[in-house]
C-alpha cells in the first residue's frame, strides 16, 4: 500500500491544507464524521489527534477537547475500532497526532501495527525524542510504510534539523514560534527562520504550524513553506456550533477559496 502523504506531496507542492480535530469531541462518535466532512470540504491532510491528560504543547481550546473527549470515553483503543473501515469511506491523507504516553500504555509495536491496517499514513509524537525514535521504532515505522513525522521550531539548530530531516518522513511539521497551539502571533515575524530552515534545502516538504487561524495566515505560511496546519481555529467553531457539514464547510472555505 502506498503512503497517501507521500504520494500527496509528489502531486501537490503548494497550498497543501491540513487541519487538526481531537477524535471524539464534541461527541464520542463524532470521529469518522468529522473526517468524511473534512475531506467533503476539501481538505487535504487530515490529522486525527488522540487525547492526552497532559498535552504540554497545547493552548488551551485543545486541552480542553482532549479533556471532553477522555471525559466522553476516548481511548487509542477504541480510536482504532472506530476507524476500522474508514478507508472504505475516504482516501484522504490521515496522521495521528498525539503524545508518548499513550502509545506506550498501548504499545509502541501494537501501535505502529495498528496504523498501518487501519491505513493511517503518519504519526505526529511532539514529545517523542528523535534519539529514542531512531533506537526503538525507526525500523518498525519504515517496514509498515506509516510515516514518522518530526518538529522544527525557531529553537532548532541547523545541524539538529538536518538529523530531524534524516529521520522524518512524509513532512517536516515546522512550528511558527516558540510558543503552544492557538497562539496568533505574527509568522510574518519569523521570516528569518523559515530563511534559514529553507536554505538548508532539506529532502522533506515542510508545513507550518500553531498560530494558523485564518486566510491571511495561511497564505502567509505558504508562502515559506508547502502549505499550513491548522488546529484551534477549527476547533473554535465545532465546539461552539457542534460538528455539522455546514459548520466544516463554511470555515475551511474562509481559510481556502
Known amino acids: 500500500m502506498k503512503n497517501r502523504i507521500t504520494q500527496l506531496f509528489k502531486t501537490k507542492k503548494s497550498n497543501i491544507l491540513s487541519v487538526y480535530f481531537t477524535a471524539g469531541y ?3 462518535n463524532d470521529t469518522v464524521q468529522a473526517i468524511e466532512y473534512l475531506d467533503e470540504a476539501g481538505v487535504d491532510i487530515i490529522e486525527v489527534g488522540f487525547p492526552f491528560s497532559d498535552p504540554l504543547a497545547d493552548g488551551p481550546v485543545i486541552q480542553e477537547s482532549s479533556t471532553a473527549a477522555i471525559d466522553n470515553g476516548m481511548t487509542l483503543k477504541l480510536l482504532f475500532e472506530q476507524l476500522k473501515a474508514i478507508r472504505e469511506k475516504t482516501n484522504v491523507p490521515l496522521a495521528f ?3 508518548l504516553n499513550p502509545v506506550l500504555q498501548f504499545g509502541e509495536e501494537r501501535f505502529i501495527e495498528a496504523c498501518a491496517k487501519t491505513g493511517i499514513d503518519g504519526v505526529i509524537i511532539p514529545d517523542m525524542p528523535v534519539d529514542y525514535y531512531c533506537e526503538r521504532l525507526k525500523e518498525r515505522f519504515v517496514q509498515s510504510n506509516v510515516s514518522n513525522i518530526f518538529l522544527v521550531t525557531p529553537q532548532t539548530a541547523d545541524e539538529k534539523a538536518r538529523f ?6 512524509g513532512f517536516i511539521y515546522m512550528v511558527s514560534s516558540n510558543s503552544i497551539t492557538g497562539s496568533n502571533k505574527n509568522i510574518e ?8 530552515i529553507n536554505d538548508l534545502q532539506l529532502k522533506n516538504p515542510k508545513l507550518t504550524g500553531f ?3 485564518n486566510r491571511e495566515t495561511f497564505k502567509v505560511a505558504c508562502k515559506y513553506t508547502n502549505g499550513a496546519i491548522i488546529g484551534s481555529a477549527f476547533i473554535k467553531p ?14 475551511i472555505k ?4
Open 97 to 99: 497526532m498525539g503524545y
Open 254 to 257: 474562509k481559510i481556502k477559496p
Open 164 to 169: 530531524i530531516d534524516e529521520n522524518t518522513s
Open 211 to 213: 498560530g494558523i487561524h
Open 238 to 251: 465545532i465546539s461552539e456550533k457542534g460538528l455539522s457539514k455546514e459548520t466544516v464547510s463554511e470555515f
Open 189 to 196: 515575524n519569523q521570516a528569518s527562520y523559515f530563511r534559514r
Open 26 to 28: 464534541p461527541a464520542l
